[in-house]
């Protein structure tokens, strides 16, 4: 899949507005994780040094299209000067009198950061009045925010038919990278499911089982899993409604030929608590009064070996609690047999969410060949779906 990008013809000496994400967390007034705003350096950079005049837009947060200033965008700004040396200018308004305004004061090299678009309920309406306004003072548009790319709204999607549109180069990494896994994978390929519901993978398991070697099944959901072929998985969590479509999955792979590949022990607990004595259990046999949070060593060794003799391997949610240090060396090791596997020439991709959040708390983040920055995104691409916010960008498509 190609995208529409762009080049210093399209943009030099244009005003460009850039949908990115600055959805960040935020800490008594500051950033406290700047991932996502360095994640669009590299496309502010080729817009600024192309010559164009850069102005972001972003939402933060869910402030229900009510101008609530828990949510203003004021505190990333001044992160993202401090970070680049940037001359950057907020704007406190996303649209109207105050954004014409600054684009007529516009000095050379200042960005504009515009203020929260979900200050206006238009936004998450793909309102056209809006998404109109918001191209209203600028010459080009490009998008660049991958983890909102899955959402139809004003400023990911209406906003392209009332200005000249480019893919930025975050889009187009993301785009390349899990193309490159979901259509064109080389053979074995392995799947690493995770999380705590089966429902929530549902969708990747349809699409990717005819195209997929290997499934291996860890976190919460396994254990529906487990329970669908009747062993003992005392507390653990168990999504009951999907006995049903677990029992069918593992019918359907076997047709398939595709081996699906369950935790044989498990990290278990009495309860849901970082303090909670942990044990490692037979994932045969849990106890009655215990509950499964982590994939043992035997299991974590099997999946391992997997991975290494893979060439292309997608990751989606976490193997237990890794939050609680107890119930965490399962997704490291997954994690760490990931990067092992990079070095040998794997593709290895990681879909963004608590998959990212993982690799990230293990610093492992740049020893794989990508950690996605979009989770619904990510997962909604592996499902197979046209993400509203790529479909304008797509070359072939019209």
């Known amino acids: 899949m190609q995208l529409k990008t762009f080049s210093?013809?399209?943009?030099?000496?244009?005003?460009?507005?850039?949908?990115?994400?600055?959805?960040?967390?935020?800490?008594?007034?500051?950033v406290s994780d700047d991932t996502r705003i360095l994640a669009h350096i590299p496309t502010i950079t080729a817009l600024l040094d192309a010559g164009a005049d850069v102005a972001l837009i972003s939402h933060l947060g869910r402030p229900k299209g009510e101008r609530n200033m828990k949510y203003s965008l004021e505190p990333v700004c001044a992160r993202l000067a401090e970070l680049t040396g940037w001359n950057v200018k907020f704007v406190p308004d996303c649209i109207g009198k105050k954004v014409s305004d600054a684009v007529t004061e516009w000095k050379k090299g200042e960005i504009l950061l515009l203020e929260n678009l979900r200050f206006y309920s238009e936004e998450e309406k793909n309102d056209k009045e809006f998404a109109k306004a918001l191209a209203a003072d600028f010459d080009a548009f490009v998008m660049d925010a991958f983890s909102a790319s899955h959402r139809a709204h004003a400023s990911t999607r209406a906003i392209t038919e009332f200005v000249p549109s480019y893919s930025g180069m975050l889009i187009n990494r993301e785009i390349t990278m899990l193309s490159a896994a979901?259509?064109?994978?080389?053979?074995?390929?392995?799947?690493?499911?995770?999380?705590?519901?089966?429902?929530?993978?549902?969708?990747?398991?349809?699409n990717m089982l005819r195209k997929v070697d290997t499934i291996l099944v860890g976190g919460g959901m396994a254990f529906t899993f487990l329970k669908a072929l009747g062993k003992e998985i005392g507390k653990s969590l168990c999504e009951e409604q999907k006995l049903d479509f677990a029992a069918k999955m593992l019918e359907e792979a076997k047709q398939f030929g595709v081996k699906i590949v369950l935790p044989i022990d498990v990290v278990t607990a009495k309860e849901f608590k970082a303090d909670s004595p942990a044990h490692v259990t037979d994932a045969d046999s849990i106890p009655a009064d215990e509950m499964g949070l982590d994939i043992g060593p035997a299991t974590a060794k099997l999946f391992a070996d997997e991975i290494a003799a893979a060439k292309t391997v997608i990751w989606n949610g976490p193997m237990g609690v890794f939050e609680m240090p107890s119930f965490a060396k399962g997704t490291e090791e997954v994690a760490k047999a990931l990067v092992s596997a990079t070095r040998n020439g794997t593709l290895t991709v990681v879909g963004g969410g608590d998959s990212a959040a993982a690799i990230t708390q293990f610093n492992m983040q740049d020893k794989v060949s990508h950690v996605s920055t979009g989770g619904g995104a990510s997962l909604e691409f592996f499902e197979g779906k046209l993400l509203p916010g790529i479909e304008p960008f797509i070359l072939g498509n019209h």
């Not at 994978?185 to 929530?200: H, Q």
Request: glycine share 8%; proline share 6%; charged share 30%.
């Open 8 to 30: 210093q013809s399209d943009i030099a000496g244009k005003k460009v507005v850039v949908r990115v994400d600055f959805n960040v967390p935020l800490a008594d007034g500051k």
């Open 182 to 206: 979901r259509d064109n994978p080389k053979k074995p390929f392995v799947l690493i499911l995770g999380g705590a519901k089966v429902s929530d993978k549902i969708a990747v398991v349809e």
